[in-house]
C-alpha cells in the first residue's frame, strides 16, 4: 500500500487488515512517498516524519511492514518502479498493490499503468465518495469479507478485485484541517501517532 501518508490513519490501517484477512497475505508493506508526483500543490510533511508515523502505526501488527522503498530513493518514484523493484526483492511472491477508489480513478494517467496489471493483483478498496470506475480493466467484486486463494508466485493470472464494503470516511487532508485549527483527531489516529504529531508539532 502507497501513500503520502501524512498522517497515517486507522482508515489506511483497517483497509489493509480487510485485505491481508480476505488474501490471507504474510505481509503488508506500507510504503511513504518520498515525493509523490501528484501532490506538489501543497508543502507536505517531511518523508523521515511521514516514515516514522507509518512505523510508529504498523508496530503493533506483526505482519505490517514499513517500507524504506520509496524514502531510500531520495527523489521521486513512480509505483510502477517500486513494484519492480519488489518483484525482484521478493522472487516467487505474488505481490498485491492496495489502492482506494479514489486513486484508482486516475491510475490511468500513472506512469505505464498498464504494466502496473502485470506486476501485481490490484486490490481497490471503496473510499466513500469515490466511484469505482468499471472501464480501466476488467474486475473481480468481492462482496464480503470472505477468504480469497489467489495462485501462487508471481504474475501468475494477476487480477484486478474491488472490495465496496469497505467504508472508512476519512482523509489525511480533513486530519490535517481540523489539527490546524486545533481540534482533536484522535479517534481516527493510532494514539502513538498522536504523540508524535503533539510532540513534533506538526500539522499546527
Ligand atoms: P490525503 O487526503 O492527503 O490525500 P489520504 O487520506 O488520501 O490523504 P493517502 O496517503 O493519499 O491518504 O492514501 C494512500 C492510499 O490509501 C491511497 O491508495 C488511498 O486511496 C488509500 N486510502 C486513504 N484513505 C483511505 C480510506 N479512508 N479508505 C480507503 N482507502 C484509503
Ligand atoms: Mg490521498
Redesign the pocket.
Known sequence: ??????PI?N??LA?AQTVADIFQVDEVHFVPAFSPPHKQAREITSPFHRFAMVALATLPFSGFRTSTIEVDALEKRYTVETLEEMGRQYAGAGLLFI??T??YQEIGTWKDYRHLFDLAHIVV?N?PGFPFREDIAPFRVLTEKHPVTLPEGPSAGNAVFYLPF?Q??????EIREDLKRGGEVRQWIPSQVWSYIEKNKLYS
Open positions: 500500500m502507497g501513500g503520502t501518508f501524512d490513519h482508515g489506511h483497509s489502492v482506494g479514489d486513486m478498496v473510499r469497505v472508512q470516511p476519512i482523509s489525511s487532508t
